[in-house]
């Protein structure tokens, strides 16, 4: 009989971080493994972020609570996914019973999602809020680490901070892809002036400029980007793909150019790439994006990002470089690009697994047993 057990823990960020949703100073999260009967190890990140409505890690820790190792034979499908904290631990829950089975198979987990995998994925360095001088020197930082890509979180005050803050990054890095993040906190007409404004900027993407369930908006927002023509920032959907209903109507009226693939409020990593399996054969692009995970989180996300990038053409940059605004991990060196570039793993499983150093530091608590 396998033997399932679960610890929360704390990360604390290297510095406060801003975006439209609210501010983070710390990441929470599960961490759950699970050893099988022939005494191979997985393991699985629960981090949902209650700003963004998916509830808390004591939602987490409550269902964990209620329930045993039959999660991982099928439970956790039977969960509602609406409920606070079940996307979050599905997520987990995918991750490791993907982990098993590819050491079982001696395979990568990105080679269990496609027979085509990517060796290395591009990736984006985020800037959070502030000032123009300071977006301006994070972005330059970035730049000097190697970062070719840069995402810039907007829509936390008016647009035309925005503009003065995006205007000091341009200044600041001219040759780098500039991509921007509202997380929905625009409306229609603000989303649109700022697509015009930002337009000679050369911006790569704007995400989710408009609220999640606003569709028809954001397909608006879309029109009106590719009538400035083919140098005017593409549009994605990102809050937009977590909610089924959502996701049908923004494939069906082709509202976004990609869709962001966050593993962490997809319900793991099979699930968010049969959703960019299916963007793709209606010539929508996709990525994948970490939602500030420990390196046992992003490690997943990179198997996503290299499924992608190996089965689905585009070659877009993934939103997995957030390790570096992590003060503590629960490896003892955090997952995090160079030269702009995450390199996959090939061991056979997910590849990492957490180290008592590193983890004793950041552990809440003690294992509860299943």
């Not at 972005?139 to 995402?151: D, I, S």
């Not at 010539?283 to 992003?298: E, N, Q």
């Amino acid at each position: 009989m396998a033997s399932l057990r679960w610890r929360a823990f704390r990360l604390p960020m290297r510095h406060r971080f801003e975006a439209a949703h609210g501010a983070m100073a710390d990441r929470r999260g599960v961490l759950i493994e699970v050893r099988d009967d022939d005494g191979r190890v997985g393991y699985g990140e629960a981090s949902p972020i209650a700003s963004l409505g998916y509830g808390t890690i004591e939602d987490v820790l409550a269902l964990l609570a209620r329930h045993d190792v039959g999660l991982l034979a099928g439970l956790a499908e039977a969960l509602d996914p609406r409920a606070p904290g079940v996307q979050a631990l599905r997520c987990a829950l995918d991750v490791v019973a993907l982990d098993l089975e590819g050491q079982r198979a001696g395979v990568p987990i990105a080679a269990l999602l496609t027979e085509h995998v990517a060796p290395a994925v591009r990736v984006n360095a985020v800037i959070g809020e502030g000032t123009p001088e300071e977006t301006a020197r994070f972005g330059a930082e970035a730049r000097a680490q190697g970062y070719r890509v840069l995402k810039a979180k907007v829509g936390t005050a008016s647009p035309e901070h925005d503009v003065r803050r995006i205007h000091a990054l341009r200044d600041a890095v001219p040759d780098a892809a500039i991509r921007l993040d509202a997380n929905g906190a625009w409306d229609e007409w603000t989303a649109i002036a700022a697509v015009c404004a930002l337009a000679p900027l050369h911006i790569e993407l704007i995400e989710q400029p408009v609220a999640a369930g606003d569709v028809e908006a954001l397909a608006r927002v879309r029109e009106a980007s590719r009538a400035l023509g083919d140098e005017a920032p593409k549009i994605a959907a990102d809050e937009s793909v977590t909610d089924p209903a959502t996701l049908e109507r923004v494939l069906e009226l082709r509202a976004a150019d990609l869709v962001v693939l966050k593993p962490m409020f997809l319900g793991g990593l099979r699930p968010a790439f049969a959703i960019a399996q299916r963007a793709a054969r209606l010539g929508i692009g996709a990525f994948a994006t970490t939602t500030f995970d420990s390196s046992i989180g992003t490690a997943a996300a990179l198997h996503l990002a290299s499924a992608i990038g190996g089965a689905i053409p585009g070659g877009i940059a993934h939103g997995l470089g957030t390790g570096e605004h992590l003060a503590a991990d629960l490896v003892a060196e955090t997952l995090v690009a160079h030269d702009g570039m995450l390199r996959a793993f090939d061991a056979p499983g997910l590849g990492i697994a957490p180290q008592d150093g590193a983890w004793a530091q950041v552990a809440e608590g003690d294992w509860v047993t299943g």
